[in-house]
């Protein structure tokens, strides 16, 4: 399963969880950057997770 697709299926399926996932390390107030970088590293989180699987 590719990353798009794993993404696209966490966040049709668990929209809520997905999201509060992604975002819940952000403060009330967000400098528009500091989201990009959140969001870029948990990306690569989920990147690493996926090949894992891909692996096995």
């Given at each position: 399963?590719?990353?798009?697709?794993?993404?696209?299926?966490l966040s049709?399926?668990?929209?809520?969880?997905f999201a509060s996932?992604?975002?819940a390390p952000l403060?009330?107030?967000i400098q528009p950057?500091?989201?990009l970088q959140q969001?870029?590293?948990k990306v690569n989180q989920l990147?690493?997770?996926l090949s894992i699987y891909?692996?096995?």
């Amino acid at each position: 399963m590719s990353f798009d697709n794993l993404c696209k299926l966490l966040s049709e399926k668990h929209p809520v969880a997905f999201a509060s996932w992604v975002l819940a390390p952000l403060a009330a107030t967000i400098q528009p950057q500091t989201l990009l970088q959140q969001v870029v590293g948990k990306v690569n989180q989920l990147e690493r997770m996926l090949s894992i699987y891909k692996v096995l």
